[in-house]
């Protein structure tokens, strides 16, 4: 059983950062991928990044040269750096992990970039 806790969300200005964690406890292939999803109000979740075991990282286009996934083997951990924060950036997070994709879950951590 896989469990994965998320924290670090909040309100932030445009413009500025946030720093995503998430901690997880399971079996090593069952945390092969991790990564985050995000859903906006009336949207569907999309990927935001996700990161393997091995270091490989895959990224949404509206991200890329933002957003910085990281993973802690040895911890369990997976974090997720944002800079440059947009209002389009305001939605849920969730942390999420699996073997090929990402099929275990995280609560969610809201993120809003408002001025």
């Known amino acids: 059983q896989v469990q994965l806790v998320e924290s670090g969300g909040g309100l932030v200005q445009p413009g500025g950062s946030l720093r995503l964690s998430c901690a997880a406890s399971?079996?090593?292939?069952?945390?092969?991928?991790m990564g985050w999803y995000r859903q906006a109000p009336g949207k569907q979740r999309e990927l935001v990044a996700s990161?393997?075991?091995?270091?490989?990282?895959n990224y949404a286009n509206s991200v890329k040269g933002r957003f910085t996934i990281s993973r802690d083997n040895a911890k369990n951990t997976v974090n997720l750096q944002m800079n440059s924060l947009k209002p389009e950036d305001t939605a849920v997070y969730y942390c999420?992990?699996?073997?090929?994709?990402?099929?275990?879950w995280g609560q969610g951590t809201h993120v809003a970039v408002s001025s």
């Open positions: 999420c992990a699996g073997f090929r994709d990402c099929n275990s």
């Open positions: 399971g079996s090593r292939f069952s945390l092969n991928v």
């Open positions: 990161i393997r075991r091995g270091g490989t990282t």
